[in-house]
């Protein structure tokens, strides 16, 4: 080695320098090499863990009794490692607990669609509207006899009145029908009292039971209405004996009159009129209203006024001459209220309404 101090070469053991006297400090003994210790990664996430450790600790893995390093290689964990199985980590815990919410989540909402398209006597205030609707057609149903009847379960148990939501269509003999959007079973009585189960119904025939004849014309084919009713069954075909149909908001639709059916006093030959029944008329409905007695029993009119707007009615049927025309044909209660309405034109103007040529 050489001097600390004059760089000399001098024996490796001297404890002075034979060339300047320096004393020389003490060599160290060369160190010995530590064996490296082997990094231990979780093998689900990569993150690094302490040697011996059972569970990840950003995961929460189990290790199975296997350590990594980062040169791939396996080393088996210490005596007592971690079993097979272990308890999750909290990352698992909040998946399960979020898949339960979602369950439940679909679970209520297909309770309420379900609740939205099967009819039943409670309120349907509240009842969802079905998106969409089939192009089903009535025809002949399946119709099964339940061998355990108390077991059966069916979307609907026909037993009294009950609401059904869907649209109004026409098929193609011209027969009204009632469609919804998903099929349903309905459990109940046929023509001969015997319980059947009909499935996968998506429509039934509409029949009046208490509704105005017509109404189902007057509905149009894309707006969902609720029918109210009680089901029969006849043959292979299910009709709603419908007593009453409503709108989405619940309010009971009925008849719109048509303008061609409609009289200015429709009880004029049924009762007397009295002057509450004339107070909102103007002088010219007055005048029609009393030309409207005799043209009930088929007068012609010499104004054309008048004869245009008695030919547009329905009911109208003018087949007596104005010349032929004798009041005899009138009841007495018409002949009272023809002179009343008369009475009551004049006293509005001395010369009464005044009539085109």
């Given at each position: 080695?050489?001097?600390?101090?004059?760089?000399?070469?001098?024996?490796?053991?001297?404890?002075?320098?034979?060339?300047?006297?320096?004393?020389?400090?003490?060599?160290?003994?060369?160190?010995?090499?530590?064996?490296?210790?082997?990094?231990?990664?979780?093998?689900?996430c990569g993150?690094?863990?302490k040697a011996g450790a059972?569970?990840?600790p950003?995961?929460g893995?189990?290790?199975?009794?296997?350590?990594?390093?980062?040169?791939?290689?396996?080393?088996?964990?210490?005596?007592?490692?971690?079993?097979?199985?272990?308890?999750?980590?909290?990352?698992?815990?909040?998946a399960?607990?979020?898949?339960?919410?979602?369950?439940?989540?679909?679970?209520?909402?297909?309770l309420?669609?379900r609740?939205a398209?099967?009819?039943?006597?409670?309120?349907?205030?509240?009842?969802g509207?079905?998106?969409?609707?089939?192009?089903?057609?009535?025809?002949?149903?399946?119709?099964e006899v339940?061998?355990?009847k108390?077991?059966?379960?069916?979307?609907?148990?026909?037993?009294?009145?009950?609401?059904?939501?869907?649209?109004?269509?026409t098929?193609?003999?011209?027969?009204?029908?009632?469609?919804?959007?998903?099929?349903?079973?309905?459990?109940?009585?046929?023509?001969?009292?015997?319980?059947?189960?009909?499935?996968?119904?998506s429509?039934?025939?509409?029949?009046?039971?208490?509704?105005?004849?017509?109404?189902?014309?007057?509905?149009?084919?894309?707006?969902?209405?609720?029918?109210?009713?009680?089901?029969?069954?006849?043959?292979?075909?299910?009709?709603?004996?419908?007593?009453?149909?409503?709108?989405?908001?619940?309010?009971a639709?009925?008849?719109?009159?048509?303008?061609?059916?409609?009289y200015?006093?429709?009880?004029?030959?049924?009762?007397?009129?009295?002057?509450?029944?004339?107070?909102?008329?103007?002088?010219?409905?007055?005048?029609?209203?009393?030309n409207?007695?005799?043209?009930?029993?088929?007068?012609?009119?010499?104004?054309?006024?008048?004869?245009?707007?008695f030919?547009?009615?329905?009911?109208?049927?003018?087949?007596?001459?104005?010349?032929?025309?004798?009041?005899?044909?009138?009841?007495?209660?018409?002949?009272?209220?023809?002179?009343?309405?008369a009475?009551?034109?004049?006293?509005?103007?001395?010369?009464?309404?005044?009539?085109?040529a």
């Amino acid at each position: 080695m050489k001097c600390s101090k004059c760089q000399a070469e001098i024996k490796d053991d001297a404890a002075f320098c034979p060339f300047c006297g320096a004393r020389q400090q003490a060599a160290e003994p060369p160190k010995e090499e530590q064996p490296k210790k082997e990094q231990q990664f979780c093998p689900a996430c990569g993150s690094p863990m302490k040697a011996g450790a059972r569970f990840c600790p950003s995961c929460g893995h189990g290790m199975q009794g296997v350590a990594h390093t980062p040169s791939g290689t396996e080393q088996p964990l210490p005596e007592g490692g971690a079993q097979a199985q272990q308890p999750k980590g909290k990352g698992h815990i909040v998946a399960l607990v979020f898949l339960a919410i979602a369950l439940l989540l679909c679970i209520g909402i297909g309770l309420a669609i379900r609740h939205a398209l099967v009819g039943t006597p409670s309120p349907f205030a509240d009842r969802g509207i079905p998106p969409a609707a089939s192009d089903f057609v009535p025809d002949d149903m399946p119709i099964e006899v339940p061998k355990e009847k108390e077991k059966v379960s069916a979307d609907l148990v026909a037993d009294g009145v009950c609401d059904l939501i869907g649209k109004v269509s026409t098929s193609a003999d011209g027969s009204p029908f009632l469609k919804w959007d998903i099929p349903i079973s309905i459990l109940m009585d046929d023509e001969k009292g015997e319980r059947v189960l009909l499935e996968a119904v998506s429509s039934a025939y509409l029949a009046n039971n208490g509704v105005e004849e017509g109404i189902w014309a007057q509905i149009p084919e894309d707006e969902y209405v609720v029918v109210r009713s009680t089901l029969s069954l006849k043959g292979s075909k299910l009709y709603l004996m419908a007593e009453e149909v409503l709108d989405r908001d619940g309010n009971a639709l009925t008849l719109e009159p048509d303008e061609a059916e409609t009289y200015i006093l429709p009880d004029s030959d049924k009762r007397l009129l009295t002057d509450a029944d004339v107070a909102d008329l103007s002088l010219q409905e007055i005048n029609y209203a009393k030309n409207e007695i005799f043209a009930r029993h088929g007068r012609r009119f010499l104004s054309s006024e008048l004869q245009t707007y008695f030919d547009g009615k329905t009911w109208y049927h003018g087949t007596v001459s104005a010349s032929d025309f004798s009041e005899s044909s009138l009841s007495e209660i018409e002949r009272k209220n023809a002179d009343f309405l008369a009475k009551v034109e004049f006293g509005i103007a001395p010369n009464g309404y005044k009539l085109d040529a």
